[in-house]
């Protein structure tokens, strides 16, 4: 087959409205649809791909080290290449190198933007010419809040209704450019890796948590008004509707057994301090939303940027923030960034 490398850069995506739980664990059909602002370049991953037949294996790195195809978690992603190759029609080996430019499984969606580069490289690198619905299926069977990485902007993954996931796919709400003034200020908490991965905790939680029932039925309401909030550009509205969800969401893990808990003091500070500011200016000027870590993406607009920063900088334990605006989505880049040897077919050293 034809040997070319690929490299692709994909970014993370913040759920305003979440997804957490599954009603069926292999395709990854979720409980309720989620929607989701893609990040910019401010945080990405690159990633390289190579289909080939002059390698033995498949081989895949993630930040420089060799993951072992035969762990369960690992295996469960990658399985993505292999839906792939099935649809090319080839058995080619595939090497595929990527790099995070933010800490790993620290509650920043680092899968997600991983899974989304790999798809969009590895559609230009077979040939498939699959469009963004359908590249959202594939990316979805790997992690699936990282189906909404496939497009920029606002993104609605649809929870859709037949078995076999064809129309559980994601959705553009609002272009890159529909919003240009928010802004979301991510305040890195901890870099430490979490303790329990979303996949095992939202597991448990669909399993045993009591208040969890109510979740999907009032989610697919708040994502019905999150879509209008955004339409209209309506920053309260969607500020309220987010806390309220990260509230829903961290309670319902709270009442899994055993209780899974991300939150950490500076969390709750975080949590405090973004209400009482909004008490105090009478109306929402920031909004908090956490994952499934302690580090929290507060939304605010340009014009009230300086406030929000100023309140962050006297909270103590925030080791750092970053910045990010809505961003575009995936994109392929040039093949002299590429991560892979062209003559070894191996991590680039160096
Ligand atoms: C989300 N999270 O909507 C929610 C909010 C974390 C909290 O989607 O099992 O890594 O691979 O489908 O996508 C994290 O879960 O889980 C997640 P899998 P995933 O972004």
Redesign the pocket.
């Known amino acids: 087959m034809d040997e070319n490398i690929v490299t692709a850069i994909g970014t993370p ?1 913040m ?1 305003l409205i ?3 739980g ?1 009603r069926e664990e292999k395709l ?1 059909l979720p409980m309720n649809s ?1 929607i ?1 602002m893609t990040f910019d370049e401010t945080f990405n991953t690159k990633t390289s791909v190579l289909f080939t037949d002059r390698v033995p294996e498949d081989s895949f790195y993630i930040n420089g080290v060799r993951q072992d195809l035969s762990d369960k978690d690992i295996m469960e992603r990658f399985a993505i290449i292999d839906i792939m190759r099935r649809m090319a029609g080839t058995t080619s080996k595939a090497v595929v190198v990527s790099e995070n430019s933010f800490p790993t499984a620290a ?1 920043l ?1 680092s ?2 933007s991983g899974i989304a580069a790999m798809v969009f490289a590895a559609n230009s690198a077979l040939k498939l010419g699959l469009g963004t619905k359908e590249l959202s299926i594939i990316a979805r069977q ?5 189906c909404r990485s496939l497009s920029g902007g606002f993104v609605k993954w649809e929870m859709g209704s037949k078995d076999d996931g064809s129309d559980s796919c994601i959705r553009q709400i609002a272009g890159p450019g529909h919003w240009s003034d928010i802004i979301d200020i991510v305040a890195i908490v901890s870099k430490s890796k979490k303790k329990i991965s ?2 095992a905790g ?1 597991k448990q939680t669909v399993a045993n948590s009591i208040l969890y029932k109510a979740r999907p039925a009032y989610a697919e309401r708040a994502c019905a008004e999150m879509e209008e909030a955004i339409l209209k550009k309506d920053f309260e509205r969607l500020g309220m509707l987010m806390m309220k969800d990260s509230n829903n ?1 961290h309670a319902v893990m709270l009442d899994t057994y055993p209780p899974i808990l991300y939150l950490n003091d500076v969390s709750k500070q975080i949590i405090s301090s973004v209400s009482e500011l909004n008490e105090v200016e009478n109306k929402i000027v920031a909004a908090y939303t956490f ?2 870590g302690p580090n929290a993406n507060i939304f605010t607009l340009e014009k009230y940027r300086s406030k929000v920063e100023e309140l962050l900088s006297n909270i103590e334990g925030i080791e750092s923030t970053r910045i990010s605006k809505v961003g575009n989505g995936p994109r392929i880049i040039d093949e002299d960034a590429s991560l892979i040897d062209p003559s070894t077919f191996k991590i680039k050293s160096g």
């Open positions: 995506n759920a979440k997804y957490w599954k990854i989620s989701s509650g969606a899968s997600a790997g992690s699936g809040s990282s979303s996949r939202m969401l994952d499934a």
